[in-house]
């Protein structure tokens, strides 16, 4: 029977309490399982870190995602080459998903990456912000390469304006200066994941707080400051001083559909002011008594954040409605492919 020292080898990589309570609730068999996590996803295989030495392939199918803590259900015979199979994932207390698409699991940081080397996109970073808020964790905007500014705590009064209260750490890589401070969000064990286009130095970062050259970096364009996509694989990394690192890929666009709980917390200071709008369906884009665009006149709320916020919301009443769309399609299609298959014979 397993005893719960050899569950200490899964400690760095977040194992708690929590984590336990979980893993017990499955009822694991103490002779055939082990718990694991997942530390990378491979073509048709995840390899998961567990009680060993080292991290084992298994298989599994549907994969689940990089960050998911699993039950490992282990080969009966010892046969050659014979991988354990992930007979179950356990319940995920966050998921970070662009659309249908799971990026990292059981994260409980979300940092939003955003480099000073290039003008600041503030509309996509209050974007990411709503995709941090929707996973369930918590969001903090990370400022890259404040070497390239002269005065880079201009850009962060500018992120705080529009960030809605969220921590914002201004960071340079090339100086070491800030990577002190992200790393305080990852104590004590917490699994953070890093968010953000190619080229902000999420890669540069991870090597930052791991001390080592963990992951690959490159180059940036000196046209338009994109990067190439160096990470291609979403890695789940321990950092030595405590916690937990999920670098991804570089994202360019951001598909936010059914993320309607994400862009009410980003943006929770709109939505209270909307709460004495005259209008209950205000829409704040030039109704009369709109409690909203009066904090705007009155220089009380960015009247470009107000304007993001507007555009937000449409763009997910037109992805759900897509989605809607989609799913009615793909029944009536089933439907037709059903009657294709029952029709005789001619």
């Known amino acids: 029977m397993l005893s719960d020292s050899l569950f200490d080898a899964l400690i760095p990589f977040g194992w708690d309490d929590r984590v336990a309570a979980l893993y017990a609730s499955t009822d694991p068999d103490p002779a055939r399982h082990v718990p694991g996590r997942v530390i990378r996803i491979d073509y048709d295989r995840c390899v998961v870190a567990t009680v060993g030495d080292s991290p084992l392939q298994a298989t599994s199918w ?16 010892d046969g050659p080459g014979e991988p354990p199979d992930v007979d179950d994932v356990l319940p995920r207390w966050s998921a970070l998903a ?4 799971v990026m990292a699991a059981n994260v409980d940081v979300v940092l939003v990456m955003a480099a000073l080397d290039r003008p600041l996109n503030l509309n996509r970073i209050e974007r990411e912000l709503v995709l941090a808020w929707d996973s369930g964790a918590k969001p903090v905007v990370v400022l890259t390469k404040s070497d390239c500014l002269d005065d880079p705590k201009l850009a962060v009064v ?3 304006a529009r960030a809605g209260g969220v921590d914002v750490v201004l960071t340079s890589s090339a100086l070491g200066s800030g990577v002190d ?13 890093l968010l953000g286009p190619s080229g902000v130095g999420k890669s540069t970062l991870v090597n930052r707080l791991l001390d080592a050259e963990v992951q690959s970096t490159g180059r940036v364009r000196e046209g338009d400051h994109r990067g190439r996509h160096t990470t291609t694989s979403r890695d789940l990394v321990v950092v030595p001083a ?28 709109v939505g209270t002011l909307a709460e004495d709008c005259k209008f209950r369906d205000c829409r704040h884009d030039g109704e009369p008594g709109c409690a909203v665009a009066a904090a705007v006149a009155a220089g009380l709320l960015d009247g470009a954040r107000v304007a ?12 759900s409605a897509s989605v809607l769309e989609r799913a009615e399609a793909a029944r009536k299609w089933k439907v037709i492919h059903k009657a294709m298959r029952n029709s005789p014979k001619g």
Not at 62 to 75: F, I
Not at 98 to 101: A, G, T, Y
């Open 308 to 319: 993001n916020f507007r555009k937000i919301e449409r763009d997910l009443e037109r992805q």
């Open 158 to 160: 500018a992120v705080e």
């Open 62 to 77: 549907p994969l689940p995602a990089t960050g998911d803590w699993v039950r490992l259900l282990l080969p009966a015979h």
């Open 98 to 101: 662009r659309e249908d698409q």
């Open 242 to 269: 405590g916690g937990v690192l999920i670098d991804t890929p570089g994202v360019r666009s951001l598909g936010l559909a059914g993320a309607e709980e994400g862009l009410a917390a980003a943006f929770a200071d």
């Open 181 to 193: 401070e992200v790393a305080t969000h990852l104590r004590p064990n917490r699994t953070a994941v």
